[in-house]
């Protein structure tokens, strides 16, 4: 992209001169050429020297920990975000957009008690039936592979008092690139086909029940098993996707993949492993779920708005730190950096840290709903939820005229963030995914921050991995400077941002809110 001066356009930044070569070293060697904007200037300087993120990160993830709705801890993090704001003189808010069921995690004890002793990986699945006081010693069986859903019915009394396993032992607990580093190609395409062939035989196994995987295990408490096992693969070392159970009555636990192949092989070959198992965890009833809204007024147009954005929920297997704790103080900084170098926006400057996006972004598309005001004199909103790495890729979402006023903004930016970012005009509209989306369905011009991988898929999106020692904070202070930096120029210049869609371009379709999770209607 041009970087030629006549662009920017707008206020003080029609006279801006080329960078020049003064350094700014931050605590992970990254260097920042001097703007000739002093705010920017000011923006880079605090954050290079005196960023709060590792110290928000140690109070989230550590303190408060994983952010599932309808739990006390999400609640915890409203309340605390809302502090946090408020200690920088920054005015915040809960808002709440509707009621969840209610759930809070216990502990958990998993140990085989039989062939021999071992305490076992594993982790209560999200809204898990509680067991009190009770603990269980049960047999391991494997879900047999039986003809057809008779021979599955029939069957079904010997699933009583015992813990059943309903996933595929994989064939191997080594992700594919370390196959590629040291098998042989032979090696590696044999146990690839073996995997297939395998994941194929497993869905016709499920299939044959007359079952999916949602309805099998209702069945299987139904038909008195004690519990059920399950192993969610994530293609890593050691790591698990943990999503939600759908029992009501028996505890649901994913083990962890090494002690769910030995527990699986042990069943399959007659050893009749025993588990001792015992689960926690509390039934709240109903309970509010909030967004958590922070602003900074305009002063020339307080009814435009510029917005920063984030979802505040996560799974919880994990404590949610790069999905999406990382987005969440990356914004939280950004506000805090705003409020102490550009107090006094023209446009009012907005964060939005939203619940239960992992249920399908409800608390931001209840947003949108609730502010047709806002949503209609938004200038622009940058949303970041794909992990720690350091943005590198901006798309226009679809906005026929997104290249000129994204392109003035990232011109204006300090060439160390402007120069590893890909930008695509007009790109084409999210239609899911992330909060960002939840704008762009209406028409509102929101843009997605995306991210470096850092192995974000297989290792911390929605696994038991996702915690503090994977966020890397050089990359999430870059972030921070550069969700500021765009949020100031935004305001900044004169001109009201288009949405004219570009032509030719299918738009998403807005989705309604669910407003009541996880209760019966």
């Known amino acids: 992209m041009k970087n ?23 605590s992970g060697g990254s ?5 000739t904007n002093p705010v920017i200037n000011n923006i880079v300087t605090e954050e290079t020297s005196n960023s709060q993120l590792q110290k928000l990160a140690h109070e989230l993830f550590d303190g408060i920990g994983p952010r599932l709705v309808g739990t006390p801890q999400m609640k915890q993090a409203n309340d605390w975000a809302v502090a946090k704001y408020k200690s920088w003189d920054i005015s915040a808010r809960n808002e709440k957009w509707g009621e969840w069921r209610g759930w809070e995690r216990g502990i958990s004890h998993i140990d085989m008690i039989s062939p021999r ?20 010693t049960a047999e391991v069986i494997v879900l047999p592979d039986l003809a057809d859903s008779l021979a599955f019915q029939a069957w079904l009394p010997k699933a009583k ?42 869905k016709k196994r499920i299939s044959k029940t007359g079952y999916t995987n949602r309805t099998l295990p209702v069945a299987l ?20 996707k943990i999503f939600s159970a759908y029992t009501k009555k028996v505890p649901t636990v994913d083990i962890a993949l090494e002690d769910y192949g030995m527990l699986y092989r042990l069943s399959e070959s007659g050893g009749k492993p025993l588990i001792s198992l015992h689960t926690e965890s509390k039934e709240l009833g109903v309970v509010p779920t909030f967004n958590t809204i922070a602003e900074i007024k305009g002063t020339e147009k307080p009814d435009e708005y510029v917005m920063l954005s984030a979802h505040f929920d996560s799974w919880d297997g994990g404590t949610g730190a790069t999905d999406n704790g990382t987005g969440t103080l990356t914004m939280m900084e950004a506000m805090r950096l705003l409020k102490k170098f550009y ?40 949303n970041q939820d794909n992990g720690t790495g350091r943005v590198v890729n901006l798309s226009g979402q679809g906005f026929a005229d997104a290249k000129d006023y994204l392109g003035r903004w990232v011109a204006a930016l300090p060439d160390s963030l402007k120069n590893r970012i890909k930008t695509s005009f007009p790109g084409q509209p999210g239609g899911g995914g992330s909060d960002f989306a939840s704008f762009v369905a209406v028409g509102a011009p929101g843009f997605s921050l995306s991210s470096l991988n850092w192995s974000y898929g297989a290792y911390t ?14 990359d999430l202070r870059d972030n921070a400077m550069l969700a500021a930096i765009l949020a100031y120029l935004a305001s900044e210049d004169p001109a009201k941002t288009s949405t004219t869609k570009t032509e030719g371009i299918k738009w998403p379709v807005q989705i309604k809110s669910t407003r009541r999770g996880g209760l019966d209607k």
């Open 221 to 240: 408490e139904n038909a008195g098993a004690v519990g059920i096992l399950t192993n969610n693969w994530s293609a890593g070392f050691g790591v698990d």
């Open 343 to 382: 107090p006094h926006p023209k446009r009012t400057i907005l964060v939005g840290h939203w619940g239960s996006e992992e249920e399908g972004l409800n608390g931001s598309r209840a947003f949108v709903e609730d502010h047709p005001e806002i949503v209609k004199n938004l200038q622009a909103l940058f």
């Open 31 to 35: 260097a920042f050429a001097q703007s």
């Open 461 to 474: 999106w929605h696994t038991n991995r996702d915690t503090y020692d994977k966020v890397v904070f050089d």
């Open 161 to 202: 008092g015992k813990l059943v396993m309903i996933s595929m032992c994989q064939p191997t607990g080594r992700p594919d690139y370390n196959w590629q580093e040291f098998a042989t190609k032979e090696s590696f395409d044999k146990m690839k086909a073996e995997r297939t062939a395998m994941t194929d035989a497993w």
């Open 4 to 26: 030629s001066n006549h662009n920017l356009g707008f206020g003080m930044w029609h006279k801006a001169r080329p960078f020049v070569l003064g350094m700014l070293l931050c």
């Open 117 to 136: 002793v071992k305490s076992l990986e594993g982790t209560q699945l999200a809204w898990s039936p509680g067991m009190g006081n009770k603990t269980v």
